[in-house]
């Protein structure tokens, strides 16, 4: 198992720009595929953000250009940059695997974007 902890998130107005993170209690390196998800007020838990071991990125279509994930290995570390924030942004975002079972979800950390 891992415990996965997520920080970062906090109120900024549309426009601006937040950084996530999400440590990890043990190695992810063997990990194929870590995630950003994100679960908005009456609405379902959606993949926003994935990252391969290897490095290889995908995005969702309502993310792209403004969103980058990263994942420091070393350090057990995943990342979600987020710039350009929308209203629509707003939700608890929470890491994750997104390659076979998830582990068990972290309290996740709130985004909120004002208009």
């Known amino acids: 198992q891992v415990q996965l902890v997520e920080s970062g998130g906090g109120l900024v107005q549309a426009g601006g720009s937040l950084r996530l993170s999400c440590a990890a209690s043990?190695?992810?390196?063997?990990?194929?595929?870590m995630g950003w998800y994100r679960q908005a007020p009456g609405k379902e838990r959606e993949l926003v953000a994935t990252i391969t071991r290897s490095g290889s990125t995908s995005l969702a279509d309502s993310v792209k250009g403004r969103f980058t994930i990263s994942r420091d290995n070393a350090k057990n570390t995943l990342f979600l940059q987020m710039n350009s924030l929308k209203p629509e942004d707003t939700a608890v975002y929470y890491c994750?695997?997104?390659?076979?079972?998830?582990?068990?979800w972290g309290q996740g950390t709130q985004v909120i974007v004002s208009s």
């Open positions: 994750n695997t997104a390659s076979g079972l998830p582990f068990a």
């Open positions: 043990r190695s992810i390196f063997s990990i194929a595929v």
